[in-house]
């Protein structure tokens, strides 16, 4: 009999298969051979350190297959200098953006999510606020304290400082829509473990691709580490202009750093600045307070 699978490999399938279902995806690949050339490879194709780094995956990455993604591969070359890739393109991210897709339907398609064991210890969701047009994304790393409690996201301390830097901005937070990497709070706020974001950060990629803002913020290392697929600090990159999915993407410090470091908020103001003039924006204040 031909092309019967083996019943564990086809049960295994499956489910694979209605996990990438239930976060949206449905096509993502085609074949090597009949993919064009690309321009701007780095994203694509991960250098030597990418399939060291995802060595262990089960997930086909350019490198370690023969599977090319499918949407990137007509893109015009971007104009910032990409950074050095630690880690290929999710099979989401290779994925063409879906058509209609809307942060309700990435909310209804979350559902109850005990996808990875932050469900276990978390009070609610906190899946992102404010406007699903907005030209401006704020990307966190995880919920705190505070967050786990309200179900929304920089409502704490350190949101209390992002919230003055947006309306430094002269915006408000209704104005622009602020999300975080992995939607359940870290068990004492630790940083997400690289499966926990791996497992959660399809969302944050369709809720960026439903938004499709003009200027992506990375507040700290783990949310640019995520979007840019790269494990270099922060500080080799932070106040650049970079690309994400045809948005241009800037990283900064996350607010709680410059709750710990008060002196690094002029280097924050003047990245905010750099998207404020992107944005046209003018000013409220002279600095941060
Ligand atoms: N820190 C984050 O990264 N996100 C939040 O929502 C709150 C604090």
Redesign the pocket.
Known sequence: MRGRLDETLEHLLTKRLRFYEDLGIKLFYRHRAAAPRLENPTFLEPSAASSKVDASSSKPTPASSSWKPLATAAKPAPKWEPLPVAQGPTLFEAAERVEGDTLEKIRADMGDCMRCRLSKCRNTI?FGDGSPRAELVFV?????A??DAQG?????R??KL?TQMIEAMGLARKDVY????VKCRPPE?RTPERDEIATCSPFLFRQLDAIHPKVIVC??S??AQTLLHTNRGISHFRGEWLEYRGARLLATY???YLLRNPNAKGDVWKDLQKVMTVLGLTAKKGKLA
């Open positions: 906190v966190g790393e995880g919920p705190g505070d967050e929304l996201p920089f409502v704490g350190a949101g992002l602020i999300c975080n990497v706020n507040l700290g783990v949310a996350h607010p709680a």
